[in-house]
């Protein structure tokens, strides 16, 4: 049953388009310490880096051929988006100057 979700479009609750799913995983849940499943979003934004998001499966809403609808807010899944690019961003620059301060260039 979670397989019928891979590489399927996720959308919000209005139907704009989210990015595409490329895997299930299971992962910690934000306030209990069970695994939930978690569809892993790929976003592609054109002269950027590509992101991937995880978004519960417990929050889809609707399941067509080609589509999942969840209930989200493209605005909500934005700001998601602004925070994982921001952690990239830094775990690039910390990489840089770890391996400045290690071999001195």
């Known amino acids: 049953m979670v397989d019928d979700f891979l590489f399927k479009i996720a959308c919000d609750r209005n139907g704009l388009k989210l990015g595409k799913i490329i895997r299930i995983e299971q992962l910690p849940g934000k306030t209990i310490k069970k695994e939930i499943p ?58 840089k100057t770890s391996r400045k301060r290690y071999w001195g260039f």
């Open 38 to 95: 978690y569809a892993i979003i790929h976003v592609i934004k054109a002269l950027r880096r590509d992101v991937k998001i995880p978004i519960e499966l417990n929050k889809k809403l609707k399941v067509e051929e080609e589509f999942i609808w969840f209930d989200i807010d493209k605005r909500d899944f934005d700001d998601e988006v602004r925070k994982q690019r921001a952690i990239q961003r830094h775990m690039k620059t910390t990489r």
